[in-house]
């Protein structure tokens, strides 16, 4: 069966995951979406639904932190790779499903969260309509997303048009973007936030070709984590700058949902 590059499917994320089937060999996400969520509200007790969930690492956190979760995705490699990681005392439960329609009540939810998942469709509003529905009045929505003015944009563009890129298609956003579409939904903003990687996306995207011509790199080399600590009082002080969401790779935005 061929993909069309201008899909994001189904076919492309199997393939991903039955490529990256060792979740060590897969970049986290630093922890940074249950920092934010952890920032405004406790997680302890709450029903919390992750869309597109990947390998489920935040999730995991989530949940061991006192929430239920519920890590939904609708590759069955990546919910194979969520059950690989969790015991009887997590309590989180992996579905198989779709972010369009997904299977629960209005008003399930204390929190939902995405994180690399909305870039992927022609259609984003609907998810957003789709994650409201399901939230409690009240609840939080949590969507992370590359930035827009970044030079990962250009480099993206470029696989897309020559049908290279790992998930068939992807587009971007600005936070202003993002801020917009959340309240579009009657979401009000809580906080929206940027994040740079660590080790650096040039590195990532370097260690993955030489790994093609059988050249293994370091995930984390020692010097990007050194100069992460030792630098982190300035990262922390620019990122606390809206204008530094227009540098970052990754920016979020909470919402929360009206009463």
């Known amino acids: 069966m061929v993909v069309s590059s201008k899909t994001s499917e189904r076919e492309h994320w199997d393939r991903f995951w039955d490529i990256s089937r060792n979740v060590e060999d897969v970049y986290s996400n630093e922890g940074r979406v249950a920092e934010q969520i952890t920032r405004i509200v406790s997680p302890q007790g709450k029903r919390i639904l992750e869309v597109g969930a990947g390998t489920?690492?935040?999730?995991?956190?989530?949940?061991?932190?006192?929430?239920?979760?519920?890590?939904?995705?609708?590759?069955?490699?990546?919910?194979?790779?969520?059950?690989?990681?969790?015991?009887?005392?997590?309590?989180?439960?992996?579905?198989?499903?779709?972010?369009?329609?997904?299977?629960?009540?209005?008003?399930?939810?204390?929190?939902?969260?995405?994180?690399?998942?909305?870039?992927?469709?022609?259609?984003p509003d609907d998810v957003i309509a789709e994650n409201a529905r399901v939230l409690k009045s009240g609840g939080y929505l949590l969507v992370d997303v590359p930035q827009r003015y970044h030079y990962y944009t250009l480099v993206k563009h470029i696989f897309i048009s020559i049908g290279k890129w790992f998930a068939g298609w992807e587009t971007e956003f600005s936070v202003?973007?993002?801020?917009?579409?959340?309240?579009?939904?009657?979401?009000?903003?809580?906080?929206?936030?940027?994040?740079w990687f660590n080790p650096p996306i040039w590195y990532r995207m370097l260690r993955k070709a030489l790994l093609q011509r059988g050249i293994r790199l370091s995930m984390y080399p020692r010097i990007f984590t050194a100069l992460r600590n030792s630098f982190g009082w300035l990262r922390s002080y620019i990122l606390g700058r809206r204008w530094a969401l227009y540098t970052t790779l990754i920016v979020g935005t909470v919402g929360r949902k009206g009463e």
Not at 94 to 120: K, M, N, W, Y
Not at 176 to 195: A, C, D, N
């Open 56 to 123: 489920g690492r935040d999730g995991i956190v989530l949940a061991k932190q006192g929430a239920f979760v519920v890590s939904l995705d609708y590759s069955r490699l990546s919910l194979s790779m969520i059950r690989s990681q969790i015991d009887e005392r997590d309590s989180l439960a992996p579905c198989c499903s779709d972010a369009f329609a997904l299977p629960f009540r209005d008003g399930t939810f204390d929190i939902v969260f995405h994180q690399g998942l909305l870039e992927h469709f022609h259609n």
């Open 176 to 195: 202003s973007e993002l801020e917009r579409m959340l309240e579009k939904h009657s979401f009000s903003i809580v906080q929206s936030y940027g994040e």
